[in-house]
Nanobody, 114 residues
Framework: QVQLVESGGGLVQPGGSLRLSCAASGSFFRIPIMGWYRQFPGKQRDMVATMGSGGNTAYADSVKGRFTISRDGAKMVYLEMNNLKPEDTAVYYC?????????WGQGTQVIVSS
């Protein structure tokens, strides 16, 4: 069973930075795809950034140039968020895909407000 635990959310002023972390526990045979999604109130969960097993990355257009996804081995993934905007306010979820199953963390709230 895979479990994901996020940390690093909080309140930040516009233009500020935050770093989200996600720690995975459990066993998987290959380096999994890991990523970050976010969900606005009343909306579906949308991809923010993902990283494949080979290190390839993908970003939502709205965060390109501001957010950076990185990982440390197979079980830690980070999201560095710079120049944050009020429209980045959302619950951010860590995601891991392995063995045909998608796993999610519990989410961490990011609020960008002055």
């Amino acid at each position: 069973q895979v479990q994901l635990v996020e940390s690093g959310g909080g309140l930040v002023q516009p233009g500020g930075s935050l770093r989200l972390s996600c720690a995975a526990s459990g066993s998987f045979f290959r380096i999994p795809i890991m990523g970050w999604y976010r969900q606005f109130p009343g909306k579906q969960r949308d991809m923010v950034a993902t990283m494949g097993s080979g290190g390839n990355t993908a970003y939502a257009d709205s965060v390109k140039g501001r957010f950076t996804i990185s990982r440390d081995g197979a079980k830690m993934v980070y999201l560095e968020m710079n120049n944050l905007k009020p429209e980045d306010t959302a619950v951010y979820y860590c995601q891991l895909w392995t063995g045909g199953v998608n796993y999610w963390g519990q989410g961490t709230q990011v609020i960008v407000s002055s």
